[in-house]
C-alpha cells in the first residue's frame, strides 16, 4: 500500500498464469530510486533501455515541464516475476522498468482566489502546505493570486529544531512535498508563535494538522 515515506504504492497481477506483474506508482522521484530501465516507444515497437543519468534528466525535464503547467505527475513502473512467487514486500520494489507517466489537472475552486483576497483583507495570512512538490504548487498560487516566495519542502523541514521551525513559519507561505507529520509540526509551530492558527484539508493526509 502506498505510505507517505515511500510516496508510491504497487499492485501484483497474473498475467494467464505464466508470470506475475508489479506495477508501481507514485511520484517521480521515489519512482525513478527504484528503476534501472525504461521503456521506450519507436517505429520499430518498444525497447527497454538502461536508464542511465541522462535519461534520467530527460525525465525530469519532461515531468518538471508537465508541473509547471500545474499537472500533477504520477510515475508508472513495472517489472515481471515469476509465477510461483507468493509473498511480496517493499523490496521487491526494485529493479523496475519505468514505462510512462499519468499527468492530470486539479483546478482550484473559481471562489478560491476571490476567498483569499477576503482573508488577505481582514488580517488573515493564508499559508499553502501540501503533499505536492514546489512546481505544481507555485503555478496554484499563482492561479489564485496568492504571491509567494521560496518553497519550503519537507526535507528542509526535517533538518530543522523546534526554534528553526519557528522562524521559518513566520517568513514563508509555501511549504510543499510535505508528510502528514510535517503539516502537523507546522501547525504547532504556528501556535507556539502565538498565532490563532485555522487548518483546512480534505484528505488522511491532513488528519494529524487538524487535530492539532
Not at 507517505?4 to 506508482?25: D, G, P
Not at 502528514?180 to 487548518?199: C, Q, S
Amino acid at each position: 500500500p502506498f505510505d507517505f515515506q515511500r510516496r508510491r504504492m504497487s499492485v501484483v497481477v497474473a498475467e494467464r498464469n505464466h508470470h506475475h506483474e508489479l506495477i508501481c506508482k507514485g511520484a517521480v522521484e521515489e519512482i525513478l530510486q527504484v528503476c534501472t530501465h525504461i521503456r521506450d516507444s519507436g517505429p520499430d515497437g518498444e525497447t527497454v533501455q538502461a536508464l542511465t543519468q541522462q535519461r534520467r534528466e530527460q525525465v525530469r525535464a519532461v515531468t518538471e515541464g508537465l508541473n509547471r503547467e500545474g499537472l500533477r505527475v504520477v510515475a508508472v513502473a513495472m517489472k515481471e516475476v515469476p509465477p510461483d512467487k507468493s509473498t511480496y514486500g517493499i523490496a521487491d520494489e526494485s529493479e523496475l522498468t519505468l514505462i510512462g507517466y499519468v499527468a492530470f489537472l486539479d483546478p482550484p475552486k473559481e471562489s478560491t482566489q476571490a476567498a483569499i483576497a477576503a482573508l488577505l483583507q481582514h488580517g488573515v495570512t493564508v499559508k499553502v502546505l501540501t503533499g505536492d512538490n514546489e512546481l505544481v504548487a507555485r503555478k496554484v498560487c499563482r492561479d489564485v493570486g496568492l504571491q509567494v516566495d521560496e518553497a519550503i519542502v519537507g526535507n528542509d523541514i526535517e533538518a530543522m529544531d523546534e526554534e528553526q521551525l519557528r522562524r521559518c513559519v513566520e517568513s514563508h507561505l509555501l511549504f510543499a512535498r510535505l508528510t502528514p507529520l510535517h503539516k502537523e509540526r507546522i501547525v504547532h509551530a504556528l501556535r507556539a508563535n502565538g498565532h490563532v492558527t485555522g487548518f483546512m484539508g480534505d484528505g488522511i493526509n491532513d488528519a494529524p494538522a487538524l487535530r492539532a
